[in-house]
């Protein structure tokens, strides 16, 4: 009985869909032009405000007919605005709605219409176009399709104040990508929409002001252009410092304060500019303050922190203005209980949405510590500060949780910090966690904080070490992403440094010989650097050396000879001299060196170089190998040490370094000076 049923039920549904709006799309197909243009009006009229309906249309196929009569050139210009009109209105509808006109080509077929010379159907295009094109689901790439379009568009500008407000909204939507800005300023934005930040008309200065704000981020082309605009005889600049002044609405002033933050982050205006410190700094400051809404408290906090993130002395005069730092602890109270919020809808969004309050307060916590030691103590002074950071790393928003771990990382740059706030709220542990299948943004500044961790003087290290995080790092080395791999060798470093042989052991097993050596081949600088930093740290103490060359020696010394022959820079080569310098130093691994002439050649080769980086590291190798003093753990018998060290200095004798050395204490470095002469002596000894 059921399948019975299953038919007539399906069949009611489409009845209602059809009895409601059948009507209105056969009208459309009415050979009387009249009767045509009667049903689009009244379909216009059937769908104000009413998505159910716009749906319905949708379903039943009005679209393409409503495209088809805009499209036409025999359709009367009224007809053909009212469809533009009717298609703007069904976009207002539902993110579905969009991708169905979207899908029925609409933006080709919109963008067409403006060839038309009325004005009214090209301000209906335009409009509706907005409303297609300020929608998440549009693909903002298909306003770039046709290369027609841009320059078109440009001089639809100056037809009026409705063209004006339309297309600046559609540039700020669509621009999206440093590609985006580059053909906007190519086409003449920068010229075409200055003017338009002195309209009459408020919803034109604001939209032009958001055009430049979408074409100045991170982008040092189109700011040093802005930054010599004359619009009337003042300066753009100018012009945004007015439109920040109190009396003017929020959202003004802070698409102002966007502009001037975005030009100065591109070097076109200086940090310590007067319209930066005075003015743009204390606009976004004010916009924290718990008065403004949400969204104004967000954007303001995000923005401020983008615009001091590189210079300390900005930092400064924020962390000192308005009580920011204790003005911040606000943002996690919020909403409270006792909220002025009485509008039952905006409570019910900011509830929805405090979270993001949470994460621009932390965001702007990790730009204002980023430096300065005494806004660090500051921050982890304000009311339950580290217990927010802790929760913040387990919040179910991942935005949220990679904030928190922002401002944990700037924190942990504080020696200070790390021996206090660090150890008395144990972040390690919540950090550990955070680290386990973490995304790899997350991940990536998890493990810079770990890095700093894992600092020889912080008390978390011991904790740490004991929580097995050895196989955690080792897989960071194997990632794709270059940054978590350095993050992962990096922390291995710092935990190597002066390390128990226990320790530097469980490093080299966990990595594996060939992880190691293919470490050192990573085309990636800052992941060679920091390996050859921990091969560094593990080649100390002369045990250590010893133990760890006896079982990778032929490897390392490949590795080695291998960095040397290849066009590295001198910052590479430096420290793989250290590390030899480090195998010198020790008892039986030194003699890896004295029986390769070819790697004695090459310090000797260095020993020459025109780099005094280079000498004085290869310089430290000879020294190191000449040395006549040996751990008397290692060679009982002084008599013997004695006669290797002598054997050592006859053999480099004999290939022409003490000649080097005589040649180097003349040097005009004080310190390539002083160690030759201090090699010297081991010959006199």
Known sequence: MACLLEAPLRISVLSEVTATSRHYVDRLFDPDPQKVLQGVI??????????????NLIVLGAVPRLLYLLGQSSSSPELRTECAVVLGSLAMGTENNIKSLVDCHIIPALLQGLLCPDLIFIEACLRCLRTVFISPVTPVQLLYTDPTVIPHLMS?????????????????????????????FNHGAIQNIAPLLISPSYKVRMQALKCFSVLAYENTQVSMTLVNVLVDGELLSQVFVRMMQRDQPIEMQLTAAKCLTYMCRAGAIRTDDSCIVLKTLPCLVRMCSKEHLLEERVEGAETLAYLMEPDVELQRIASTTDHLVAMLADYFKYPSSVSAITDIKRLDHDLKHAHELRQAAFK?????????????????????????????????????????????????????????????????????????????????????????????????????????????????????????RVNGIWALMNMAFQADQKVKVEIVRGLGTEQLFRLLSDPDTNVLMKTLGLLRNLLSTRPHIDQIMSSHGKQIMQAVTLILEAEHSIEVKEQTLCI??????????????????????????????????????????????????EDVQAVVNSDCAHKGSQARQDKLREMGFVDILHKLTQASDP???????????????
């Open 364 to 484: 702007l916590y990790a730009s204002l510590g980023s430096n300065d030691e005494d806004i660090r103590k500051k921050i982890t002074e304000t009311e339950n500060m580290m217990d927010r950071i802790v929760s913040g790393l387990s919040e179910s928003s991942i935005k949220v949780r990679l904030a928190a771990v922002r401002c944990l990382h700037s924190l942990s740059r504080s020696v200070q910090q790390l021996r206090t706030s660090f150890h008395d709220h144990a972040v390690w542990k919540p950090l550990m966690k955070l680290l386990q299948n973490a995304p790899d943004e997350v991940l990536v500044m998890a493990s810079s904080t770990l890095c700093n961790l894992l600092l020889e003087f912080s008390p978390s290290k011991e904790p740490i070490l004991e929580s097995g995080v050895i196989e955690l790092l080792c897989s960071l080395t194997q990632s794709d992403s270059p940054a978590l």
């Open 580 to 629: 030899l310098a480090n195998i010198a130093d020790g008892n039986t691994a030194k003699e890896l060196i004295m029986t390769n002439d070819d790697m004695l050649q090459k310090i000797k080769y260095y020993m020459g170089h025109s780099n005094v980086k280079l000498q004085l590291a290869a310089t430290f190798c000879i020294s190191n190998l000449i040395w006549n003093e």
């Open 156 to 184: 639809l500008l100056s037809r009026s104040q409705k063209t004006q407000e339309y297309i600046t909204q559609i540039f700020s939507h669509c621009c999206k990508t440093p590609e985006h800005q580059t053909v906007l």
């Open 671 to 685: 310190n390539l000076c002083d160690r030759a002469k201090t090699a010297m002596q081991q010959y006199l000894a």
């Open 42 to 55: 009244d379909m216009k009229n059937a769908v104000i405000g009413n998505n159910k309906q716009k749906a």
